[in-house]
């Protein structure tokens, strides 16, 4: 923990000016919290942490340059060890666990309070993880159960890693070479995905893809 005198360095990746202005205004009036800098990319954000050295990165998945996923990848390949607190749209049920198992330290919602958005960032610099009542009911169900899930969110859990990053741009919009030019791959990749993620998911076609985004009820903005 940082000493009650000491500002602890919040560093925060997040490409929506109205989101981060907010976040900056929150942060800006605490006692025992500042931010050090800003980055609407992951690359920038890279480039950045090196010379700034915050305490902590509060990281929105969903980036103009890609995804979130590749600077939690990355990080610490690139020597950054500061812990991640994650700030999304994308469905905490589905996510939050995954975004956990990369290294994220917390995993809030963006429309979580502003309150509990400072307790997370505190809880995450404890050495804590920081997530919500829901999502640490279901880690705490994950762990106890073997093989109890069934149905659609049993499917999503079978998706490896990128299967469900293209998952989730395909349900933002993105088209194959968007998606390919997103993660940094070539579109017949891209292709070899989409199609794993249409088998294990049970259908044929994107509309079919589409339909069940509907059917699991995620968010249908991603301009948070």
């Known amino acids: 923990m940082k000493l009650s ?3 602890a360095k919040v560093f925060l990746v997040e490409d929506h000016p109205l989101t981060r202005k907010g976040l900056i205004g ?19 954000a890279l480039t950045m942490i090196g010379s700034l050295r915050p305490d902590i990165v509060v990281l929105d998945l969903n980036l ?6 590749e600077f939690i990848k ?22 939050a666990e995954r975004m956990l198992r990369l290294g994220a330290k917390g995993y ?7 309150g509990g958005m400072l307790e997370a960032i505190r809880k995450v610099l404890s050495g804590h993880i920081a997530v919500s009542n829901e999502v640490s009911s279901h880690l705490i169900l994950s762990a106890t159960r073997a093989n109890g899930k069934t149905g659609a969110a049993s499917e999503l859990d079978t998706l490896s890693d990128r ?7 395909l349900r933002r919009g ?14 017949k990749t891209v292709s070899t995905y989409k199609a794993r993620l249409m088998t294990k998911m049970g259908v044929r076609t994107t509309p079919d893809l589409m339909a069940l985004f509907k059917k699991l009820e995620f968010p249908a903005s991603s301009n948070l």
């Open 5 to 7: 005198n000491v500002k």
């Open 26 to 44: 929150a942060i800006g009036t605490q006692d025992d919290l500042e931010v050090c800098g800003e980055a609407e990319g992951w690359r920038e």
């Open 64 to 69: 103009k340059d890609g995804s979130g996923w």
């Open 74 to 95: 990355l990080a610490e390949t690139c020597g950054v060890t500061v812990p991640i607190l994650v700030l999304s749209v994308c469905d905490e049920e589905v996510y």
């Open 108 to 114: 809030l919602m963006k429309d979580t309070p502003v």
């Open 163 to 169: 299967e469900l990053q293209v998952f989730e741009l």
């Open 174 to 187: 993105f088209g194959t070479s968007e998606i390919a030019e997103q993660i940094g791959v070539n579109y």
